[in-house]
């Protein structure tokens, strides 16, 4: 299948902005976590749950959330069950939540009246219920390269680090750019990888890099304009050195309204109002796959 020369016009040839790093100085046992309710028991859940003081309260699918609890309610569901934990939260509540999901949450805090809701884009992962989490650290990011945005960053930062897990603090518009760039890579990684069955995350940065690096250019490119912002320069590389962090990864097209649904989105509203689509290779793909 033909695809087009690599090429990312969206991103900045200046130096990268500065922003807020929690370091790991201290030792574990001088961190003060903040007490959080946790919604939703798996891996992630579990973890975080072990990074604090005793004091946290684990929330189950189904169970409210308790209204006279100060502090942070760190949500690690699946996506598509976020309306019930809306429902499930009661309002006053509402500016205390921190997603961790993956995807682009931002139609749907609109949607639901949330604002600049709290989110983390996490990069560690938790292979087995109770085992501890692994940093997502990179060779071009060997800080780390999870972040937290929001009233509750700070106090979610420290709790990961008292994990050993480092974290990032960062305003909207670096916290956006980044997860901007996460939602990049898990489309295009796991799109690459479904159209070629089998394949890891591994496989799609060794064996398929062209294409993916094609893939990448034209997302960049697309969410830039939506946007309207300009990403720093070396996104390709810095996504194929986090591929190589979990190369063991299976690839699929998942939570399609989440990830690539949104980019697929601004094909139809292009085409709609008769202007070329953004993402050819990206709706190509996804008819090939009988996704769309």
Not at 33 to 49: C, E, M, Q, T
Request: aromatic residues 10%; hydrophobic residues 45%.
């Amino acid at each position: 299948m033909a695809f087009a020369t690599p090429f990312l016009s969206p991103i900045s040839r200046y130096p990268r902005s500065t922003t807020t790093i929690l370091t790991c100085a201290m030792s574990s046992s001088s961190y003060l976590v903040a007490p959080a309710i946790i919604v939703g028991g798996g891996r992630v859940g579990r973890a975080l749950k072990e990074m604090g003081s005793g004091d946290d309260v684990l929330v189950r699918r189904g169970e409210a959330v308790p209204l006279d609890f100060e502090g942070p309610i760190l949500v690690c569901t699946r996506n598509d069950d976020l309306d019930e934990v809306l429902r499930a939260t009661p309002q006053s509540r509402w500016k205390d939540l921190v997603f961790f999901q993956n995807g682009m949450l931002e139609p749907w805090f609109k949607d639901k009246g949330l604002g600049d809701a709290d989110q983390v884009l996490a990069y560690f992962a938790v292979s087995k219920l109770g085992e501890p989490p692994t940093d997502g650290k990179t060779d071009t990011n060997p800080e780390g390269l999870t972040a937290a945005y929001g009233k509750w960053a700070s106090a979610v930062a420290v709790r990961l680090h008292s994990g050993g897990l480092s974290c990032k603090v960062l305003d909207k518009e670096a916290f956006q750019k980044q997860m901007l760039e996460k939602l990049i890579w898990i489309s295009a990684f796991m799109l690459v990888g479904a159209v070629h069955p089998g394949a890891t995350v591994g496989a799609v940065e060794s064996e398929y890099r062209a294409e993916v690096f094609s893939l990448i250019a034209e997302l960049a490119t697309a969410a830039a304009a939506e946007k309207g912002l300009v990403f720093e320069e070396a996104m390709e590389e810095r996504l194929c050195a986090y591929s190589r962090a979990v190369a063991h990864f299976p690839t699929a097209v998942k939570e399609f309204k989440w990830r690539n649904g949104w980019f697929y989105a601004l094909s139809q509203k292009a085409v709609k109002e008769g202007k070329p689509d953004p993402c050819p290779l990206h709706t190509a793909w996804l008819r090939e796959l009988n996704i769309v």
